[in-house]
């Protein structure tokens, strides 16, 4: 890895530490500059504004998602009976967080709150989503005829589900099994 995607990393990290520790009030240029250890000229050498950090960081959010989800695809064949059953199992379990237990939902949440108030943001946040639905569409067709439905259903609960999933009445094996049994009603 280059000095460049280091030190984009830490710049990345150190922005979701403050937005999952402080919420998005406390995230300010200045403040990321001083937690990653650069000058603040240097921070707008790669990020110019505060709005280009936390697009950068949602952009770096839905890569690791892809790289994870990628990760647990490798291990399955496609033509395989059941590896529908158990790739969904698998992801959902990995994927179904409780928010209060996982510094990227707390982070998701902050951007999320921004985004309702910067137009802007909002767009970007729903172009990401739009990519990502269309990736997880793509690789769900090898085994099913209604990818769509399936991320239709599975993305929105996902992401509700590390706001509220520690209140529902099911625990989260449940909740996976309950899925996975729904998605695969033909």
Known sequence: MGNRQQKTDKII????????????????MRK?????????SNLQYYYKTREDLIIATVQFYF?????????EWEGFN??????????????LSDLLVDG??????????????????????????KSYYQQYAEWLVDLLASFSDKPKDIVALLL??????????????????????LLVKLILIN
Request: proline share 5%; hydrophobic share 35%; glycine share 6%.
């Open 13 to 28: 990290e150190t922005t979701i530490n403050i937005l999952g520790k402080e919420g998005a009030t406390a995230l300010s």
């Open 32 to 40: 990321v500059s001083e937690s990653a250890g650069i000058s603040l």
């Open 63 to 71: 890569k690791q998602c892809q790289e994870e989800v990628s990760r």
């Open 78 to 91: 496609p033509n395989k009976p059941h590896t529908a059953t158990l790739f969904l199992k698998k992801i």
């Open 100 to 125: 209060n237990h996982h510094s990227h939902c707390t982070m998701f949440r902050e951007i999320w709150a921004l985004s309702s108030r910067d137009p802007h943001l909002a767009e970007e946040m």
């Open 156 to 177: 929105p609960y996902v992401e509700g589900y590390s706001i509220m999933g520690s209140a529902l009445p099911l625990d989260k094996n449940e909740v996976v099994d």
